[in-house]
């Protein structure tokens, strides 16, 4: 079964969401408040989150910053503003979707039904550990909830990366499949140069990286916690 957390303050509004995607295949647990919903996001683990930005005790906003420093949530937003800031603080904070009030029901199930399939299919780019979210479908990159740029080269590098945690990649397989151009000749010290670039955005203290270490004589690895 899966597990919906819905976070809105108006009762009538979050019983009548709670039961039109209320199935057998669906549990939906229902919080009305910012510090209600933290709560429970410290004690459980969800699928998807519908959260209200306008809460009485806080901004949802708030709560979708902690949720991504540890869970890989789906987070649909709804907000009463149509307004650029809104929209865009919640994307970037890592929200999934968005859907602005008042909305249909039948809408709303189809955006959740859009989310829980992509949980379903396995096809979600998204990377979360600790302080970091990595989504590299839409290229978008946090660390403590703050946005990152990163190069194409370097979104290449840290994917391979994270998607072989734990694993250490050799140096000539990382030059092979990042510099695929058809040069017949890349310097080796591109890829030096890119770790240390990626180390400079992500670590605290790049000098003695924590995550993206080397292991000398091989080539490099991101390591588990």
């Not at 459980?44 to 890989?72: C, F, M, W, Y």
């Not at 603080?89 to 199930?109: C, H, N, Q």
């Not at 396995?122 to 302080?131: L, R």
């Not at 840290?158 to 250490?168: A, D, F």
Request: hydrophobic share 40%; aromatic share 6%; glycine share 6%.
């Amino acid at each position: 079964m899966q597990e919906i957390l819905l976070v809105e303050d108006d009762i009538a509004l979050s019983n009548g969401i709670a039961m039109a995607l209320r199935n057998e295949q669906l549990h939906v647990t229902q919080c009305h408040g910012l510090h209600a919903g933290i709560d429970y996001l410290a004690a459980h683990s969800v699928d998807l989150v519908i959260l209200d930005v306008n809460l009485p005790d806080g901004s949802g906003l708030t709560l979708l910053a902690e949720l991504r420093k540890n869970q890989t949530a789906s987070v649909i937003l709804l907000t009463a503003n149509d307004t650029e800031t809104d929209i865009v603080t919640g994307l970037e904070l890592g929200a999934d979707d968005y859907i602005t009030k008042p909305f249909s029901l039948a809408v709303l199930r189809a955006r959740v039904n859009t989310q829980l399939r992509k949980l379903e299919g396995g096809t979600s780019s998204a990377f979360q550990q600790d302080c970091y979210r990595f989504d590299f479908e839409r290229m978008q990159f946090f660390r403590n909830a703050a946005p990152i740029e990163l190069s194409k080269t370097e979104q290449k590098l840290l994917r391979l990366l994270v998607e072989n945690k734990g694993i250490t990649l050799d140096r000539g397989k990382l030059i092979d499949r990042i510099w695929t151009d058809g040069a017949e000749y890349v310097d080796e010290n591109a890829l030096s140069v890119t770790i240390k670039r990626l180390r400079d955005k992500l670590e605290d203290h790049p000098s003695h990286p924590k995550y993206i270490k080397t292991v000398y004589g091989i080539g490099y690895t991101w390591v588990v916690k």
